[in-house]
């Protein structure tokens, strides 16, 4: 699952303020202003410093499951091919790795072959829009991200 950023929140924050004008009549809203957005921010926990070196890893990971899903390696889904048999699974590593990571839409292409930033946007906004159509996309989203989950955080059957 995503994790949004302490300043993402306050945008979402001030985004639904001015949507809904905050809720407040017109007297309140000259009185108070907009100073809820410190509070939010202020009770945030600051963000942390992004590591490259573990979202790459994660990206890694990312490649893999999804590759092990869809049965390609990942030479296949790096590789400058445009079958939809290789296409589909590239544009889900590569939604999840944006979804998943903190690595800029540069370093996403540049996993998966050496690709532009703007194929990452066309993937993400592909997937989205699928998974408001599409039942069957939803179920292999679904099903990857719990692959993934497990891949990230493997559960053991140690007892303690």
Do not use: W
Not at 125 to 153: G, M, P, Q, S
């Amino acid at each position: 699952m995503r994790t949004y950023t302490k300043n993402e929140v306050v945008d979402h924050v001030k985004a639904e303020l001015e949507r809904t004008g905050g809720l407040m009549t017109d007297q309140e809203r000259s009185k108070f202003g907009y100073g809820v957005l410190g509070v939010v921010h202020s009770a945030l926990p600051d963000d942390p410093e992004p590591d490259p070196e573990q979202d790459l890893a994660l990206a890694n990971k990312i490649k893999a499951v999804v590759c092990g899903y869809f049965e390609i390696s990942t030479g296949e889904i790096e590789a400058c091919l445009r079958k939809r048999e290789i296409t589909f699974p590239r544009h889900c590593a590569m939604y999840f790795t944006e979804r998943l990571t903190g690595l800029s839409l540069k370093s996403i292409g540049s996993l998966y072959g050496g690709r532009d930033h703007s194929t990452v946007i066309y993937a993400r906004d592909l997937l989205n829009d699928l998974l408001d159509t599409d039942k069957e996309v939803r179920r292999k989203i679904a099903e990857i991200e719990k692959l993934i989950k497990e891949h990230i955080n493997p559960v053991t059957d140690e007892t303690v």
